[in-house]
């Protein structure tokens, strides 16, 4: 089921009160290129503040940890190497698990990507490098200056035999002004060339990096946020972890009317802001009631006719949001969303960047 921001605000009932350890995804959650997303630092400072420990766990393989430390620690998240978890560690070590110490692994992708080979034990080589013809296994992590001589390197090992470990699949990534191709588009033409899919993915949805989070952290209640429904959520319901999906990235509203059981999210917010708001479940006597077939919250409801999501968002866009959400999951075959989602979108914009709610 999935949950959204209360009116009702109380800091005893706040997902950050409720979970110890937020597992936080960074692209297009707390920040876009080389800036934070609106909101995020202060949401993050009062997460902190009530006793909420923070992760920053990424499927963007390309950095070190103390590099994506720095980088958050300048946009105003204060932050240290041990809270970064990354799908390059997470890959490295399931490497680490399957083959001998010391064992050369074609490392492509950003500096984080051998960095992590290195911190589990093995040997990084490089496309360039003539030891790349004879390695072990290929780690393959995102990289603004992968080259198709790396992509060639990489098939061409795999052809020869080696253990090929994909660092994360998300096929685009979040920067200004859009999306961009991520590391699953380059993996995909890897793929084409060796003729065969990866042994191993590391990252999110694939449960090997939210664990190593889990194990790290030592959280007893964690709480996923993330943008992305394929990756961020899915990974949490395969670990059976909560999550609470952002609508500052990937993600939009119509994406997540349409999907699939797998891939709903828990909560629901605009913004990190929803860290320390109240939710409300989607059903039951704090969320969308069903009154026949409507499903109403509030001022708002939502209810499915001739096949098509249909939506009265009453003022209130993140009501209409929770209850188009419950009634287009409700039924058996998916139906339109378009125009329920653009309304809903329009009352998003028309009331400000932010959740309408107000911070304990």
């Known amino acids: 089921m999935s949950r959204v921001d209360s009116p009702d605000v109380g800091a005893a009932h706040s997902l950050a009160a409720q979970h110890d350890v937020a597992l936080l995804d960074l692209d297009g959650v707390v920040y876009i290129g080389d800036h934070a997303v609106p909101g995020a630092v202060d949401a993050l400072a009062r997460a902190r503040a009530s006793g909420m420990r ?18 958050l620690t300048v946009l105003g998240i204060p932050a240290s190497a041990q809270e970064v978890v990354t799908s390059s560690q997470a890959g490295a070590a399931l490497l680490a698990g399957r083959l001998p110490p010391g064992a050369r692994v074609l490392a492509i992708g950003g500096p984080g990507v051998a960095l992590a080979i290195t911190g589990a034990g093995l ?34 090992a795999i052809q020869a035999g080696a253990r090929w470990t994909l660092t994360n699949p998300d096929v685009t990534l979040p920067v200004p002004g859009g999306r961009a191709p991520g590391n699953g588009s380059l993996a995909r033409a890897v793929e084409a060339a060796a003729g065969r899919p990866p042994d191993d993915i590391a990252g999110k949805p694939h449960p090997a990096l939210m664990q190593a989070s889990i194990d790290r952290t030592q959280a007893r209640s964690p709480l996923a946020v993330g943008d992305r429904l394929d990756t ?37 917010g605009a913004d ?16 969308p009631r069903a009154e026949g077939e409507v499903m109403r919250l509030g001022p708002s409801c939502a209810w499915v006719e001739a096949g098509e999501v249909r939506v009265d968002v009453g003022g209130d866009w993140l009501a209409a949001l929770q209850c188009a959400c419950a009634a287009a999951w409700a039924t058996v075959e998916p139906p339109r969303v378009g125009e329920a989602a653009a309304l809903i979108e329009r009352a998003h914009r028309e009331t400000g960047p932010g959740p309408r709610n107000v911070d304990p």
Not at 54 to 71: K, Y
Not at 272 to 287: K, N
């Open 123 to 156: 040997e990084p080589v490089r496309a360039h490098d003539p030891a790349a013809a004879d390695v072990a296994a290929v780690l393959q992590g995102f990289g603004r200056d992968v080259a198709w001589t790396d992509l060639a390197a990489a098939a061409l």
């Open 232 to 268: 961020d959520i899915a990974g949490a319901t395969r670990a059976g972890v909560p999550s609470l999906l952002v609508l500052t990235g990937i993600a939009d509203v119509a994406s997540l009317l349409s999907a699939i059981p797998e891939e709903r999210p828990n909560f629901i």
């Open 272 to 287: 990190l802001r929803a860290l320390t708001l109240q939710p409300a479940p989607t059903s039951g006597t704090q969320g």
């Open 54 to 71: 923070l992760a920053f766990v990424t499927n963007n393989a390309s950095r070190a940890p103390e590099d994506v430390a720095d980088h």
